[in-house]
């Protein structure tokens, strides 16, 4: 079984159940961190289907980036870096291109899409 999360009704990403509960709580405890909404909705109350938001998405993915950059607490990066590589590649996935405001951003995009591809 698998969460489905989509884009304009195209499937994006359809993770393993642990996988996606794991995302979506880190996602949530992030923007509760960041008081911004996730961009993330539930589509038809199934619960293990989720609708991605064209604009607030990538706002929230944005946002994350900024605090990733700003902050050099290592462990923050670390456990913010690891969702915001997920919401990255499930972005690029979409299509959805977020535009770095500075070369510190630029490089951490490109640390991040390195770290998922492994």
Do not use: C
């Amino acid at each position: 079984m698998t969460y489905i999360f989509e884009f304009e009704h195209q499937t994006i990403w359809s993770p393993a159940n642990r996988v996606a509960a794991l995302y979506l709580d880190m996602l949530e405890a992030t923007a509760d961190m960041l008081k911004k909404p996730t961009g993330l909705t539930e589509s038809m109350g199934s619960g293990d289907s989720y609708a991605i938001d064209p604009v607030a998405f990538p706002e929230f993915v944005a946002a994350m980036l900024r605090y990733f950059v700003d902050h050099r607490h290592p462990q923050m990066r670390l456990l913010l870096g690891s969702v915001l590589a997920v919401s990255i590649g499930v972005l690029d996935r979409a299509e959805i291109v977020i535009e770095p405001r500075d070369e510190g951003e630029r490089e951490a995009l490109d640390e991040l899409r390195a770290f998922m591809r492994g």
